[in-house]
T-cell receptor, first 112, second 119 residues
């Protein structure tokens, strides 16, 4: 079993839709959870980070962590064509190695 | 614009060439990283520097040689590469994970990358 599982998609939605992106993980030592957005041929851009369980909201983006289920989510409200990108979840243990463990990434297309 | 600056943005090199990739950050981060990313794959960690010392080498071939001259700069020296080394090379930086600051934003930030083609 991979440490982090993420459905690679592709996922295609109409403009204005609510998008739900998810990752599951197996290592209960993960404490910090991040979502990155990566446009084609660019570096990953940090969207959200969350520590332990709970929700965090930033504009149209909401990140959720459920440590009991080892499940994290990113919701995008009122999706825009500019949200079309690959979304990568990443996680790291607290106080351990600085090595991020990434999911495979989900390719999202928002159609006008 | 990203706060981690990588140069050059594109590089084409022959298998006998020697070249260097450069990375710079001015966020006061004391951990810096090199990642390699192939098409449609997530980034793969190569090296980690913590307080200017190499702390992680993910069994990377010796044709890749990292260097951290100071807390703001990170280089990756390339020599005798193979065509399969063609990829997007990403630099990143963050606060060091000391294990004492709960919930702190470590600011794990990536640069835009250098797209390397080995011919």
């Amino acid at each position: 079993q991979k440490e982090v599982e993420q459905d690679p998609g592709p996922l295609s939605v109409p403009e204005g839709a609510i998008v739900s992106l998810n990752c599951t993980y197996s290592n209960s030592a993960f404490q910090y959870f991040m979502w990155y957005r990566q446009y084609s041929r660019k570096g990953p851009e940090l969207l959200m980070y969350t520590y332990s369980s709970g929700n965090k909201e930033d504009g149209r983006f909401t990140a959720q962590v459920d440590k009991s289920s080892k499940y994290i989510s990113l919701f995008i409200r009122d999706s825009q064509p500019s949200d079309s990108a690959t979304y990568l979840c990443a996680m790291i243990t607290q106080g351990g190695s600085e090595k991020l463990v990434f999911g495979k990434g989900t390719k999202l297309t928002v159609n006008p | 614009d990203t706060e981690v600056t990588q140069t050059p943005k594109h590089l084409v090199m022959g298998m006998t060439n020697k070249k260097s990739l450069k990375c710079e950050q001015h966020m006061g981060h004391r951990a810096m990283y090199w990642y390699k990313q192939k098409a449609k794959k997530p980034p793969e960690l190569m090296f980690v520097y913590s307080y200017e010392k190499l702390s992680i080498n993910e069994s990377v071939p010796s044709r890749f040689s990292p260097e951290c001259p100071n807390s703001s700069l990170l280089n990756l020296h390339l020599h005798a590469l193979q065509p399969e080394d063609s990829a997007l090379y990403l630099c990143a930086s963050s606060q060091v994970f000391l294990g004492t600051a709960v919930g702190e934003d470590y600011g794990y930030t990536f640069g835009s990358g250098t797209r390397l083609t080995v011919v």
